[in-house]
């Protein structure tokens, strides 16, 4: 039995193998690195060891820090969770060599399963049902490949170093690209290629094997929506397949761990084309982001058996005894902006809460700083109902239902998936995101909810107002004797980026509100017409965050956080976040010329411009490379290059100012 | 404390009756208010837009902290006069970075901002009210100098607007100018004086004397921009300390500097708590007589008007024609002195006795006046009413707390006086629509007149003229009513405004929080005591 248990990872996945081993009694010693030494992964374990650095090769992936963390405090195990040391073959073989459990498959099983090409070969082998493969030697490139084709490389994942292949005139390149690519990411140039099926969806069998020979399956996950080859929703049971097809998927990824001995818990990763062919992808040697559905379909706790495994224990269940009960969506919370590319986006969470009824394994708090340092998963949220519809909505209610304030998130895309037909209907191929771009352009509540969440913002300001007036705050908001207009403020919608002028007048108990532009001179001088719809507007009820305002009759709950620049409403249609844009422009910065800003916290790769230089509209000025991604700057009109700010090697946060633009003469 | 209690029926056809009245009272007001911004006509305010420039109100609108209450004083100003209502300028108190200032701006849609008599009287009203209340004052400039016309009545009294100006910086009130425009001649000394300067790009001017007249005096040629152009004091004349890009880079501009203030008042904070009254001030409306010959309760009035209602009531039994007591306004402790009436000497003794202990206790007094003068008969000569009103008189004009005058109802005869009227330096004047104000009732004065008449020519041994002598008593009458309605006295600067009865306790608490901008100490002498 497992006494004292090393869990060598951080956020949520930490977190939740921590209270699994808690629950069974087992002692916790986390790790972390310099940025989460306060993180909620590091409060959620018995006691924490520091491993300095703030990258993941300078911490989490020190094999040598982690593996004397689990020595010093006394650990008899090592859960890697996933990700970092988890498919690290040598990692888990000083594990071992320390007398320490290893609660994964073998060393030799991660090597094995680890190289692509191997585990295809393995898999072929095994009778498991998948489509041919090309390895490639060298660079030479085979003749007649069937098109369309994919080239992967041996190792890693993620989609690196993956190429999809139309014309067998782009093979070369291709090969030559994706090798280049993983070698550069993980050290290996091995690449092969497979045939590419079309509107494909990815399922994966979850297995899990003891040290006595036992394998069982614990069914599907399909896990088809997916942006650049990153998991976004993952449920169980796959609502493509017929039976048919699961029973072979099962069944071939039982064979295949038999073929290989497997212990310890495993995903057998498939594609399956729109004709049903099917095509094995690899296996993943750990515990997957994705295991919740799985937990909540068959109702066993995945990291249990994995420590049971781990500690000698026989499989507590046979494979006749596994049951599959309703259907489970999980969606992956993360700090990324759909609408900008699934733009990583960091910053302080100052506030992060998510709605009632599903299971929420998260790896951050309110206070928790996003960092671009790691990955960008804030937590996953698990509906599990009768029927995947019913999941779908459980779901998309939780996820309207949440305030995450500080980063980006993508829950406002989220809860779109889970209410657009395609999806409801189980039409969702991997090309899913592709092919519905405008469930990325999601921003929220629409319509009346959304002006409620306005006026939630716009009151919670003229509040906040009032407050501030520390002379005469008796007196009514904004109180006339003689009337020239109401008050008027111009907000930033943060979902879009539109600005939405207002107008307040109070009146009686209320407000009058005006949205829209409010009447400009006319050409002759007179004002144009007045066409905005008033709006009648109470606040019934505002203590602390909490707001209830009534617009035109219809009274909405809310909860409205002003950190200062930012108003972010919450309630149960959703979030919104607003920008009182500054009352007066700034000259001064005018005067001093534009820029443009990092759009991330990165370093800068490289410098194109210097002062002096003329620059034409769209043109190349500096290279910023964050979350693993080359950001190309941009001049955003022709002008002169007044200062460079930055050089190559320096780090920059977000909003900084890279090259001062004079972009007058332009407009002469 | 003693909570004051009503026993006004709001549902009664009297009340309902008082209250449609008062509305139309009210509603003649409103309609004037309104007609104010568009004094210049629609035209020159097109025209002003046009020239991509915010009307005065606008920019006022643009300077204040956003929600922040704003109260313009004498809006009617000149109304019933030759000048235009308003007088073409806005006076009033508002909120600037967090600072509580006196703002005054020049309406260039009227005859190009230049300045009438009214004008005149209004600005020295206006300094006036910052000296008292120490409150800094920001001048929005836009003036083509003296309505020339005029200039009459308003060169030599127009002069202590300069004056003022220094004084107010000497006593270490700050004053800012922001030009927005011209400012020709002796208004280029509104700038001059001032401690802070602000001048809009390409927009605002200043010279002692124009184009033309430099062409004439000492045959020049120069363009406005070199003359006296905001780039020119900017950069050359050091007159303007900020070149503003627009108005509303102006307007930031101003704010900033307030802010660098760091202002704070002398006067204690308010103090007590500021719930409202257990009775809805809405009602105040129907509280007070539209006619004002109708008698009413005054307590009515404080049971809206003062904080919780509470009323500590000094003397209740003794000269109950004026209802003394302790309260406050919006936090601000208050002593109140309310008339029902007439003033007969045990009131006025009461009310000197209690301007005193006011006095003592450093609380400002709030005059509530509803009062048809001193009683007059022998009886009341014979018991010292003169004497007796003379106390209360060395009380009001000798007090040095701050006076605050709310006028309800009527206010005839020398009751004025012993309740803080205008001449006796009052911090402000705010009066209902229902309010008249003149030496006595327009019937008594007419009837006074009638009986002069009858025995003067009693005297000459004529016959009466009963036709002649009663058109003549009728005209007198319609005229001294004419000129005692509230709007004939606040077009004469008699108040600071006539106000929204439902309104008064935010007027009153704006005005009290202002006057505490400057120290409340009370007297402590007073002239002699006649006994």
């Known amino acids: ?668 | 404390m003693t909570v004051l209690r009503t026993r006004l029926d709001t549902s009664s056809p009297a009340y309902l009756e008082n209250l449609a009245a008062m509305q139309e009272l009210w509603d003649e007001v409103a309609a004037e208010l309104a007609s104010v911004p568009t004094v210049g006509g629609q035209r020159y305010v097109d025209r002003h837009r046009r020239r991509g420039k915010l009307l005065v109100r606008e920019r006022i609108e643009a300077l204040v902290d956003p929600y922040t209450p704003f109260l313009e004083l004498s809006p009617l100003a000149a109304w019933g006069t030759e000048d235009p209502v308003g007088a073409g300028t806005v006076v009033g108190i508002g909120v600037v970075e967090g600072t509580e200032v006196l703002i005054s701006g020049s309406d260039m849609t009227y005859r190009g901002g230049s300045a009438n008599p009214t004008t005149v009287a209004k600005g020295a009203r206006m300094a006036e009210i910052a000296r008292a209340n120490r409150l800094p004052l920001i001048t929005l400039n836009e003036s083509a100098g003296a309505e020339l016309p005029r200039q009459a009545d308003i060169f030599v009294p127009g002069g202590a607007s300069f004056k003022n100006l220094t004084q107010l910086s000497k006593l270490g009130i700050p004053t800012i100018t922001v030009g927005f425009g011209p400012a020709t001649a002796g208004g280029a000394y509104t700038p001059g004086m001032s401690d802070y300067t602000v001048f809009v790009k390409e927009r605002a001017t200043a010279y002692l004397g124009g184009p033309p007249l430099v062409k004439m005096a000492i045959d020049e040629e120069v363009d406005e921009e070199s003359l006296g152009g905001a780039e020119m004091h900017s950069r050359t004349s050091g007159l303007s300390d900020h070149l503003a890009v627009d108005e509303l880079d102006a307007i930031r501009i101003a704010r900033d500097i307030v802010k660098h203030l760091r202002w704070s008042k002398l006067g204690p904070g308010p103090t007590e708590p500021a719930d409202a009254p257990r009775y809805d001030p809405a009602e105040l409306l129907g509280c007070a007589s539209a006619d004002v010959r109708i008698p009413f309760e005054v307590r009515e009035i404080l049971a809206r008007l003062v904080d919780g209602s509470r009323f500590e009531e000094f003397k209740p039994l003794y000269g109950d024609k004026m209802v003394c007591g302790w309260a406050s306004i919006c936090g601000f402790p208050v002593g109140i002195i309310a008339n029902n009436g007439i003033l007969f000497s045990e009131e006025s003794n009461k009310g000197a006795q209690f301007i005193q202990l006011c006095n003592k206790a450093h609380t400002p007094l709030l005059f509530v006046q509803n009062i048809t003068g001193f009683m007059v008969g022998s009886k009341a000569e014979q018991g010292g009413i003169i004497r007796n009103g003379a106390k209360l008189i060395n009380a009001v004009s000798n007090s040095e707390v701050p006076h605050l005058v709310l006028m309800v109802g009527a206010s005839y005869g020398a009751g004025n006086y012993g309740m803080s009227g205008r001449a006796y330096d009052p911090r402000f004047v705010f009066s209902w629509p229902n309010h008249r104000i003149a030496v006595m009732g327009p019937k008594q004065l007419a009837g006074v007149m009638d009986i002069i008449a009858r025995n003067a020519a009693a005297g000459r041994g004529q016959e009466i003229d009963e036709e002649a002598l009663n058109a003549q008593t009728s005209a007198l009458e319609h005229l001294v009513e004419e000129q005692s309605t509230a709007l004939y006295a606040t077009g004469r600067l008699w108040d600071d405004g006539i106000i929204h009865p439902a309104d008064s306790r935010t007027v009153l608490g704006m005005a009290l929080s202002a006057t505490h901008g400057n120290e409340v100490r009370g007297a402590t002498e007073y002239g002699v005591w006649r006994h």
């Open chain 1, 1 to 668: 039995m497992i006494r004292r248990l090393l869990i060598a990872n951080r956020g949520e996945i930490a977190v939740r193998i921590a209270g699994t081993a808690h629950r069974l009694g087992i002692e916790t010693v986390g790790v972390y690195s310099d940025p989460d030494a306060d993180a909620l992964h590091v409060d959620s374990v018995d006691l924490a060891v520091g491993l300095g650095g703030s990258t993941p090769a300078t911490s989490y992936l020190r094999v040598d820090a982690v593996l004397s963390a689990a020595i010093d405090t006394g650990c008899d195990a090592v859960h890697p969770g996933y990700g970092f040391l988890a498919e690290n073959a040598d990692f888990a073989r000083q594990v071992i060599a320390a007398g320490l459990r290893w609660v994964g498959p073998t060393p030799e099983q991660i090597e094995l399963l680890g190289d692509k090409v191997a585990a295809k070969r393995a898999a072929l082998e095994a009778g498991v049902p998948t489509t041919e493969i090309i390895e490639i030697t060298g660079t030479d490139v085979p003749g007649g490949v069937p098109m369309p084709a994919l080239v992967k490389a041996a190792a890693g994942g993620g989609g690196r170093g993956m190429r999809v292949v139309r014309s067998e005139a782009e093979l070369a390149d291709a090969v030559a690209a994706a090798s280049r690519e993983a070698e550069s990411a993980f050290g290996d140039g091995t690449v092969f290629i497979e045939p590419y099926l079309e509107h494909g969806r990815h399922v994966e069998v979850q297995i899990i094997g003891d040290a006595h020979g036992y394998v069982v399956h614990l069914g599907e996950r399909e896990c088809s929506i997916q942006r650049r080859n990153q998991k976004v929703l993952e449920e169980a049971p796959s609502a493509g397949i017929d039976d048919a097809t699961r029973r072979t998927l099962c069944e071939g990824a039982l064979a295949l761990a038999r073929h290989v001995g497997y212990q310890n818990a495993g995903t057998v990763e498939f594609l399956v084309g729109a004709d049903g062919t099917i095509t094995f992808l690899e296996v993943n040697t750990r515990l997957q982001v994705e295991h919740p559905v799985t937990e909540a379909v068959t109702g066993v706790d995945l990291v249990e058996l994995q420590l049971r495994v781990a500690a000698g224990e026989p499989l507590p269940f046979t494979q006749d005894e596994v049951t599959f009960s309703g259907h489970a969506i999980e969606v992956r919370v993360v700090a990324e902006d759909p609408s900008a590319g699934w733009l990583p986006s960091t910053g302080t969470l100052t506030r992060f809460d998510i709605g009632a009824g599903v299971r929420v394994d998260r790896g951050f708090r309110a206070g928790s700083v996003v960092s671009g340092d790691y990955d960008s998963l804030l937590a996953k949220v698990v509906s599990h109902a009768p029927t995947r519809s019913e999941a779908a909505w459980v779901l998309a209610r939780a996820l309207r239902s949440s305030a995450i304030v500080g980063v980006r998130s993508d829950v406002d895309c989220l809860a779109a998936i889970l209410g657009e037909p395609d999806f409801l209907d189980a039409r969702t191929p991997t090309s899913y995101l592709t092919d519905h771009p405008a469930v990325e352009q999601a921003v929220g509540p629409e319509g009346d909810d959304r002006i409620a969440q306005f006026m939630g913002a716009v009151l919670v300001d003229e509040a906040a107002a009032r407050a501030e007036d520390e002379h005469l705050g008796f007196a009514p908001s904004g109180w006339r004797n003689l009337w020239t207009h109401g008050q008027r403020s111009i907000w930033i919608d943060r979902g879009d980026g539109s600005e939405v002028p207002v107008e307040v007048r109070p009146s009686g108990d209320g407000f009058d509100v005006r949205v829209g532009p409010w009447p400009a001179p006319t050409e002759d001088g007179s004002l144009a017409p007045d066409d905005r719809a008033i709006h009648r507007v109470r606040r019934l009820a505002h203590r602390g965050d909490e707001l209830a305002v009534e617009v035109d009759g219809v009274r909405r709950r809310l909860e409205v956080g002003d950190d200062g620049s930012v108003v972010h409403v919450s309630g149960p249609a959703g979030c919104t976040t607003w920008t009182r844009a500054p009352r007066f422009a700034d000259h001064d910065a005018a005067a001093a010329g534009g820029g443009p800003v990092a759009p991330l916290p990165g370093s800068v790769l490289s410098v194109h411009v210097s002062p002096g230089d003329q620059v034409t509209d769209g043109q190349l000025l500096v290279v910023v490379e964050a979350m693993k991604m080359e950001h190309q700057i941009t001049a955003a009109a022709a002008g002169t290059v007044t200062e460079v700010r930055v050089a190559a090697g320096d780090r920059v946060d977000t909003g900084d100012l890279l090259v001062l633009l004079d972009t007058s003469a332009a407009d002469d």
